[in-house]
């Protein structure tokens, strides 16, 4: 997926005209996990709803799998899933319902699209817990049944917003690892906003900071083996990046 100069412009009820991304340029390979850190107003979120299609560039080209996101949303449906920040579950619906979403909406049949709820839920520790509604689970097991939901759509692109930070930092961390290895050993792409400098190193194959008006000040890429010297060194650069191009 690719952002080749793209920029976007808000105009809000009275006119005023807000520049959400200008000339953002920024690539993600297949197979790779990119975080992107960045202060509030820096233009992430506006990145993130660009590769979702939710609207369209004011210029520039968003490309995902050679496709518009935007023009050729009906395409790319099923091919992108996300992991949202509080997980927005379904209180009516039970956690392999809840799984099963995506799938109802695809067509998948009734049993098939049970076999793959209860498997991935399995595969997040949910085993026994697939009749429990939302307000039966805690933080995490929440967490846990939106992650179930976004793999078992099995799609190519994997998007996180803030997937982790409502949760406690333990909660978090185990979490995270775990998702990690579901990324990897699936071999999904993935994108992954956060602004947590830690959780972007955490996280990231590469380490894309944004600054305002929406565009990248540095990328950081994150050798397979880091030590705590390295991480050191990456965590101060992020910082000094971030400190030198502060968002308004």
Known sequence: MTFDDV??????????????LDG???AVSRGEMVAIVGQ?????????????????ASSGTVSVQGMDPHGDFEALKGRIAVVFQ???????????????LGL??????KSDRAAIARDWLARL??????????????????????IARCFALNPDIILCDESFSALDELTAERLRGEFLRLVKDEGKTGVFITHSIEEALTVGDRVAVFRAPGHVAAEFERPETLSEADLSRMRKSVRDVMATHPSP
């Open 86 to 100: 509080d997980g927005r579950l379904l209180p009516w619906r039970n956690a392999q319902d809840n799984v099963a």
């Open 40 to 56: 509030t107003g820096c233009g992430k979120s506006t990145a993130f709803n660009l590769l979702l299609g939710l609207f369209a």
């Open 104 to 109: 109802e909406y695809q067509g998948v049949s």
């Open 7 to 20: 920029s976007k412009v808000f105009v809000t009820g009275d006119g005023t005209r807000v520049q959400a």
């Open 24 to 26: 953002l340029n920024l």
């Open 125 to 146: 520790g949910l085993e026994g817990r697939e009749k429990a509604y939302p307000y039966e689970l805690s933080g995490g097991m929440r967490q846990r049944v939106g």
